[in-house]
């Protein structure tokens, strides 16, 4: 079997009997595919309204006037926001990267800069990147427990 997304829940579900997992709602019938379209094409309005400078409220507004239900325009606002499962999943694995980079660039100043230092015949100094490092770790942590 493979991976589906649900149209109602938007999690990428392994379908159990035709029903999603997360939301146990049938992921075989005719209005879950055109929901799924639905929230998609307007998904996809709702960018090109923005970046014509069109503000949320004016996105709801028309949604409303083209005939989405107020759960449908609640799930493409949501989406498009970026606060649906996928995107917040998307966004903390975007986090714990970035974390993991400030961590690895602290730690790696802080060791060659020693090295500098220890191989140098009058001592030297060396620069310890607690801040990167610190701050990285924290992000990485944040990220991976909202991941959780």
């Known amino acids: 079997m493979e991976l589906t997304d649900c149209p109602y829940c938007d999690r990428r579900v392994l379908p159990n009997d035709g029903r999603c997992p997360g939301c146990n709602r049938n992921l075989n019938d005719q209005t879950a595919a055109k929901r799924h379209v639905l929230k998609r094409e307007a998904a ?3 960018r090109i309204a ?11 507004d028309a949604f ?12 493409v606002m949501l989406e ?3 606060r649906t499962p996928k995107a917040r999943e ?6 714990m990267l970035h974390g993991l980079i400030w961590l690895a660039g602290g730690i790696l ?3 060659i800069t020693y090295l500098i230092a220890w191989n140098s015949e009058k001592g030297g100094w060396y ?20 991941s959780k």
């Open 109 to 111: 100043v802080t060791g």
């Open 50 to 60: 923005q970046e014509k400078g069109s503000t949320l409220g004016e996105l709801e």
């Open 127 to 146: 620069v310890i990147a607690w801040g990167p490092a610190l701050a990285g770790a924290a992000q990485f942590i944040r990220a991976a427990m909202r």
């Open 80 to 82: 498009f926001e970026g």
């Open 64 to 75: 409303r006037a083209s005939g989405l239900t107020e759960e449908e325009l609640r799930e």
């Open 90 to 95: 998307a966004r903390n694995q975007s986090e």
């Open 44 to 46: 996809a309005r709702a």
